[in-house]
């Protein structure tokens, strides 16, 4: 997202704008909250476990 994303317009985004568009995309996608809040370093770690 923070190299291509907005297509138009790449690079816009900041750690918030990119974590708050992350975590929406997850929570529109039925994955469900983990134990520690979501950071932008976790961001490249996450894991989701099958459901
Ligand atoms: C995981 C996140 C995202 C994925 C996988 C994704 C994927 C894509 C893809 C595949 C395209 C079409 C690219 C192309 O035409 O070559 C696109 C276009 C676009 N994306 Fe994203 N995107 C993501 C996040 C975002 C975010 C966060 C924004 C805005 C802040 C954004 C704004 C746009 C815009 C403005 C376009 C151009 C739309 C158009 O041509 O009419 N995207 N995106």
């Known amino acids: 997202m923070r ?3 907005p297509r138009t317009v790449p690079g816009v985004l900041n750690d ?3 974590l708050a568009a992350a975590s929406y995309l997850l929570s529109k996608n039925g994955v469900p909250t983990g134990e520690t809040e979501l950071t932008i370093g ?3 770690t996450i894991r989701i ?3």
């Open 3 to 5: 190299e291509h994303m």
């Open 16 to 18: 918030r704008t990119d």
């Open 42 to 44: 976790s961001t490249w």
């Open 49 to 51: 476990a099958s459901r």
